[in-house]
């Protein structure tokens, strides 16, 4: 089993910034693909951003030039840094991990998510 432990978010004004971290633990041989996705008020989950084990990196339309994902692939970590925060990114952020739990085993394939970190963007 994979876990997902996400941290950083909180309460902050509109043009200000967060960073948000993910830690994976558990029984881990490789992660591939790391994500953010969010879900606000009255919302369906919708995607973020998402990172490569290579460092490929793709955005929503709505937070490219504003947010930046990066990863620790030594710590199975990924974080989210959030500038020029808008009310509209008010959101409980949730993290994903795509990988597999033992080496040459696809049936080790683990889709894991973390239980979410509220981001509240508010004067």
């Known amino acids: 089993q994979v876990q997902l432990v996400e941290s950083g978010g909180g309460l902050v004004q509109p043009g200000g910034s967060l960073r948000l971290s993910c830690a994976a633990s558990?029984?881990?041989?490789?992660?591939?693909?790391m994500a953010w996705y969010r879900q606000g008020p009255g919302k369906q989950r919708e995607l973020v951003a998402t990172?490569?084990?290579?460092?490929?990196?793709n955005y929503a339309d709505s937070v490219k030039g504003r947010f930046t994902i990066s990863r620790d692939n030594a710590k199975n970590t990924v974080f989210l840094q959030m500038d020029s925060l808008r009310p509209e990114d008010t959101a409980n952020y949730y993290c994903?991990?795509?990988?597999?739990?033992?080496?040459?085993?696809?049936?080790?394939?683990?889709?894991?998510w973390g239980q979410g970190t509220q981001v509240t963007v508010s004067s």
């Open positions: 558990g029984s881990i041989f490789r992660i591939n693909d």
């Open positions: 994903n991990a795509k990988g597999y739990s033992r080496p040459y085993s696809r049936s080790s394939a683990f889709d894991s």
């Open positions: 990172i490569s084990s290579g460092g490929i990196t």
